[in-house]
């Protein structure tokens, strides 16, 4: 019994047959002292069940935790002794008269002053070999992701949610922490991770990287090095040594991710403020898209940005005031487009949030590309990075930051836009009463977004928004935006006088797009005979022209929507002649498109560089299969798409 640390039975008498008493509580130790002191060492000592202060209990429990997180950090249950051992070293320790915690404290306490190491166990004793390779290096209580240490624990239970490696993460980092950086785990277990990978490809490449595990263990020793290790995708990088080992043009998508074991990817807890679990699992990306909200709230919370003019020149504002310069941060390419410096601000955390201030002109200051957010940890000061935006707020704009670069771009190119709008009052008002043909093209425009019951179509009032929105970018906002008051006034002048130019530019491409979908619109109206080829050629529209595509697509596409409209008309011009090839042809591009919709749903919608350009890739195949004499920019076909798809995308 764990509270009287001692060994009970329940005693029964009988007397000629009759049950005098039975269930009485006994010490067995008076009864049977050579069981009872067996069952004592067994449950109490090594099975930990006595709660005690005695200081060798304690010890021992603490080593035995230490061998069983080696045996979790390596994914090996040989390790720590078995049972048997411990129960060996009490046994041989412990006089043959101890059989109970009360008598246990008495022979200790006289004992232990002769003898400090008494029931001590030695960390040899209780492991069968050295662990070696288990270090804290190796096997980190803690890694960086987002620029905040985050703690990790390890589990061997295969099958198990949390089998592998698990990390908590706070939610206001969530959206920061890089998949490919998540890829790599930790340095003790990549070799796993890429022995399980290389077993994943086909026989041919496969075979000449035999014997695997060696061949594992020198290709994760090269990307173990400092300058290599978390840095760019592991798949990529291990792409590069095995056609360098192979000679052969191996694929990304040879490697079969979905083959591998549940441990070869972290599990991730995110935390709240309070330390509660808001979600949990693999998939950093459906996290992402879940939380991905919460976690933005919680990292402005966090930084309550107010950027008052002294503090957004580049400089660092310590907490005493004082300022320094700040390194140069490398940028991704959608902070690139911001400015052309790299112009960092630190703001020490405040205490509450704060809202920002409401701006009808650049009075703010200069806006840096990058915060550096300082905050207190467990192992020290640690540093967040965020990326302010002008925020369209209407009749003027506001100043939030964001923990997303791509966020924040996209959120400040149409702050930016308010801001010229704001300073060209005048001049908008008369573009909006002189778009040539608005009406014409609004007839047309009416028709996007449509339901089937005649509800829901585009309005003038949204075409002639987009039309001057779109204006403005082209004569204002070429890369790289203004980040400061000068850039902006300079910039401001220099587009007045294009403006309206630009402006009938603007219309007449998007008029021309109009009238080609109203054609193309009619075409699959009147193609009742080829069904299938209409519904595909309908879906086709809708995703081209939601009703805001003329901001939506970049203005290099849209150049191309004509011709993609032309194509959808004279596919169904010649279905008639010849049905089985649009089939045929329908049936090749088909899987191509449901692999990039399906990854799209994924991410929410959200669509890298690599994926918007296999996006236009499957239009111009399109055009090839459908309306050849149209031509392409560049040659495409399945097989190009494929590879395009395994290099980059995939």
Known sequence: EKKAAEVVALERATLYGLVIYNGRRMQYGRVDPVAAREIFIREALVAGNWETRLRFLEANRKLIDQVQELEHKSRRQDVLVDDELIFAFYDQQLPADVCSGRGLEVWYQAEVRRQPQLLLLAREELMRHEAAGITTSAFPKAIRLGGIDCAVSYLHEPGDNRDGLNVSVPLFVLNQVSEDRCEWLVPGMLKDKVQSLLKTLH??????LVPLPETAARMAEQMSTPQRFGHGSLTDALLQLVREATSLEVMRADFKLEMLAAHNFMHFSVLDEHGRQLGAGRNLGALKANLGAQARGAFQALA?????????SGATASPNGAAHALEKVPQTKA??????????????VPEKPKTGQRFTSWTFGELPELLEIHRPGTGGPQSLLGFPALIDAGDAVTLEVF????VAAQRHRTGLRRLFALQLKDALKYLEKNIPELQKMGAAYMQLGKAADGSGGGTLEQLREQIIALAIERAFMQSPLPASEQEFVRRLEEGRARLTLITQEVARLAGSILLEFTQAARKVRDSRHAAAAADDCAQQMQRLLPRSFLLQTPWAQLAHFTRYLKAISLRLDKYRADPARDTARAAELRPLEQRYWRVLAERKGVADERLQEFRWLLEELRVSFFAQELRTPQPVSVKRLEKAWSQNAG
């Open 203 to 208: 026989q041919r490449p496969r075979s000449r």
């Open 335 to 348: 902070q690139q487009a911001r400015s052309t410096t790299n112009t960092v601000a630190t703001v020490p």
């Open 304 to 312: 309550a940005l107010k950027l008052p003019a002294s503090q957004a």
């Open 403 to 406: 923990d997303e670069p791509a």
